[in-house]
């Protein structure tokens, strides 16, 4: 059974750093695009970073380009979100999605495979 898990969340002060893991289990997802979108309470999901299955390319909401990176390592089967320069509107609950092919992609419904996210908060 395919199963993504996130890890590293947690309580930060502003200007905070944190880094994310989504480790991968059940199946290989080397050949797979890999996301994080985060939800914040009473909100909808939302794009955050995304990899395609090589590191070849990335891409990234504004409000999170210049201070977050996503990166993966396939040996691994894991995907990692650095948070640098942390705000209190990124308080939220992240999710690790796997696309179905390699290239990536902004929208949810193009993710195929979730996690069951980790809370990440930060104080002001």
């Known amino acids: 059974q395919e199963q993504l898990v996130e890890s590293g969340g947690g309580l930060v002060q502003a200007g905070g750093s944190l880094r994310l893991s989504c480790a991968a289990s059940?199946?290989?997802?080397?050949?797979?695009?890999m996301a994080w979108f985060r939800q914040a309470p009473e909100k909808e999901r939302k794009f955050v970073a995304t990899?395609?299955?090589?590191?070849?390319?990335?891409a990234y909401a504004d409000s999170v380009a210049g201070r977050f990176t996503i990166s993966r390592d396939n040996a691994k089967n894991t995907v990692y979100l650095q948070m640098n320069s942390l705000k209190p509107e990124d308080t939220a609950v992240y999710f690790c999605a796997a696309a179905q092919s390699g290239y990536y992609y902004r929208t949810a419904s193009a993710y195929a495979y979730w996690g069951q996210g980790t809370q990440v908060t930060v104080s002001s």
């Open positions: 059940g199946r290989t997802f080397s050949r797979n695009a």
């Open positions: 990899i395609t299955w090589d590191s070849a390319s990335t």
